[in-house]
């Protein structure tokens, strides 16, 4: 429990116990915060609580669920997973952290688990499956590292996985999809017949380098994929699967491709942004890199630029598709639909 003692000036310490440390030695922190009435001292050592749980380096089987989840989190899973997957399964942490929060890890039991996810079915909530692999994750390691004599999630059964059936567009849908394309501007209808007729994922499309373009035999080799997390921003990662294929591509759409791209490059040699821009917030000068470097090392011309030389980001397609829908009366289907519309 935090508490807090009057410092001068009108101040207040906050102090939040941290634990224990490796030697059983309580760990306390402090901080002098100046309140503008009691509402808010409440509020910042409620704050200060969570913060200090958070931040915590400390190895005690005393310790919250939130806590060993914060440990589990620095010491295994920011480490083990990819930028993406970890991104991905923080967001549904947050929402395990949300509802299931015992004060005290060496008072979970197999038991408590199996009532959370009885709860989380009742409430109808999601992503039940992926919560489940998080839980595992966290106890397994846990256990491993000797918080628990047994790991509490042998015994709780995984949630079943109830796939939706998607939507996706017919021969009929998929002609008028592309007559539309007439309108829109010119690295939209790329994009949107790239996912059509190469079945490619959102960001494998944006992923693309003009290294990967063979235009003599109409392929494109498909190896990267551009991913953005609020942690480390835009990357180029290997593939989904990690693997790399070869498609074949329409000739026209390839010449189209090729088009924008010189375009493209024109306009940006023309504004001094075709390898670095200005950055602004450097007081030494000292300009932004806009080419990328993918998983490899490897420095990569990117198709899919702006003026300024920023790639495009993920969810900038997603956002153009959706408006296109609404503004010629498509049939209402993801950006990703388009990908299984091709395969069907």
């Known amino acids: 429990m935090g508490y807090y003692r009057k410092h001068k000036n009108g101040g207040y310490r906050l102090f939040a116990e941290a634990g224990k440390d490796m030697n059983g030695n309580r760990v306390r922190k402090t901080k002098v915060v100046y309140p503008s009435g009691p509402r808010e001292l409440k509020r910042m050592l409620r704050d200060f609580e969570i913060e200090v749980e958070e931040s915590a380096e400390v190895i005690s089987k005393n310790m919250s669920f939130k806590g060993l989840a914060e440990y589990w989190r620095k010491n295994f899973a920011e480490v083990k997973w990819a930028s993406t997957t970890y991104s991905k399964n923080m967001y549904v942490l947050e929402e395990i952290l949300e509802y299931y929060h015992p004060r005290n890890i060496q008072d979970i039991e197999t038991a408590h688990l199996v009532e959370y996810f009885t709860k989380e079915r009742k409430a109808k909530r999601k992503s039940l499956v992926k919560k489940y692999e998080i839980l595992k994750s966290i106890f397994k390691k846990a256990t491993e590292w000797n918080f628990f004599d047994v790991d509490p999630m042998i015994g709780v059964d995984k949630p079943k996985h109830r796939a939706k059936k998607r939507p996706f567009y017919d021969e009929h849908e998929i002609r008028k999809a592309l007559v539309v394309l007439d309108d829109v501007q010119q690295h939209q209808s790329i994009i949107i017949r790239l996912a059509i007729f190469g079945a490619l994922r959102r960001e494998e499309i944006l992923g693309i380098g003009m290294d990967a373009i ?131």
């Open 214 to 344: 063979n235009m003599k035999n109409n392929t494109l080799e498909v190896k990267r994929a551009l991913v953005y997390t609020n942690e480390k921003g835009l990357e180029l990662k290997e593939t989904k699967s990690g693997e790399e294929r070869t498609i074949t591509l329409p000739k026209e759409l390839l010449e189209d491709i090729q088009s924008y791209y010189r375009l493209m490059l024109g306009v940006r040699m023309e504004l001094g942004t075709a390898n670095t821009r200005p950055n602004p917030d450097d007081p030494d000068g000292k300009p932004i890199k806009t080419t990328l470097t993918d998983h490899e090392g490897k420095e990569v011309p990117m198709l899919f630029t702006q003026p300024n030389g920023d790639v495009l980001r993920p969810d900038s397609v997603t956002q153009f598709w959706g408006r296109i829908v609404d503004r010629f009366e498509l049939k209402k289907i993801s950006f990703h639909d388009l990908r299984h519309s091709s395969a069907s």
